[in-house]
């Protein structure tokens, strides 16, 4: 059955023109205003369709929202898309207006992730339209807090480790350029720091130069991460990753600084324990430590771990979505990524997940963010073929 026939363009439009229309910048970026509005207008899209939903309170003022399809067997099918996004500093163009010029649609969230949420929503709105029962229940969660700590995907990952919401597998809405995603990297970050004496630099030599020490850290780091990729290697997510992303020391142009501090961000890959990777780099600078009397270093622990994640290219549903992609875009194929995604919280309680969604992650977070229009339209299609045909065993 030609399933893509029940999409309104139109109305995909509308829905992702009103979601990006509507700002919900996370609130731990200047000017954040959060994802209330946002959250709210979900909520208002369901009731209109008489869909019921479960609101999950995750912290003040921030709430997931789970819209329920039920279908005719015990199966059941997550659709999750995250709702906050990053800052608006720097754009080119207004965040906020939903332009569409040339097949595009511009504005912040178009395409990281709000053409995903947009695409979820108006399938799910297109199969209750047409009063369809798809063979297996479908649950549509817009999540809170993807574009920092996860806090709205861990509360809904808890739930289902403890038994409140059961889910066979799962989609998570992403710019993947319509490529099925089944393994990417995770992150570990966290703070190293030199402590050095302070002293006149027309004596420098009474001092101990933590910038000059925080030097000999970094050579060791990237010697590090080098013989590590030449270890390991996943076949589809790519090696280990690790970059120095900020560093700050030093008082005065006259004085010899006295405390230096780096931030890392070391990329895992599936196979690899983020508390394990910390433990080496740390117990590897300590060597550094014992053989230069003069460096003393302090190794924190991580402010932020998050887990790669990895689900068989093989499994049935994972060939079905794949055989529903084909066919919009026939090149499609089943990848890896090199970034995180909501998708590791979920396989670490048992779900297998995929991310997928129209866009290409290079516009992400851009000064001009857009979504091709046309992928989006697909998307809306691969995801109602997707559910309408899901095999039940």
Known sequence: MAYGEWVDEKRVVEVLRDLVQIPSVNPDFTGGNGEREISDYIKQFFDRLHIPYIVQLVEKNRENVIGILEGASEKHLLLEAHMDTVQVKGMTIDPFDGKIADGRLF???????????????????????????????????AVVDEETTYKGVSFLADDIFHGKLRYDTAIIGEPTNLDIIVAHKGVIRFCVEIQGQAAHTSSPEKGVNAIENMALVIQHLKKLIVHKRGQLNHPLAGGPTLSITMIEGGVAPNTVPDSCKITIDRRT????????????IKYSLKTIENDNPCLKLIVYEPF??????????????????????????????????????????LTRVGVPA????????????????????????????????????????
């Open 107 to 141: 504005g912040r969230g178009s395409c990281d992730t709000k053409s995903s949420l947009a695409a979820m929503l108006s399938a799910v709105e297109s199969i209750k339209k047409k009063e369809a029962i798809p063979p297996v229940s479908v649950h549509l969660a």
């Open 269 to 280: 890959i599936p196979g690899e324990d983020a508390q394990e990777v910390w433990e080496e």
């Open 354 to 393: 995929v991310v997928f969604g129209p866009g290409n992650i290079n516009q992400a977070h851009t000064k001009d963010e857009w979504v091709d229009l046309q992928q989006v339209f697909d998307s809306t299609k691969i995801l109602i073929d997707t559910i309408m045909e899901f095999k039940v065993d």
């Open 304 to 345: 932020v771990i998050d887990y790669s994640m990895e689900s068989s290219p093989g499994d049935p549903f994972v060939t079905g979505l794949l055989k529903s992609v084909a066919k919009y875009k026939p090149n499609s194929r089943i990848t890896g990524a090199p970034y995180c995604s909501d998708a590791s919280k």
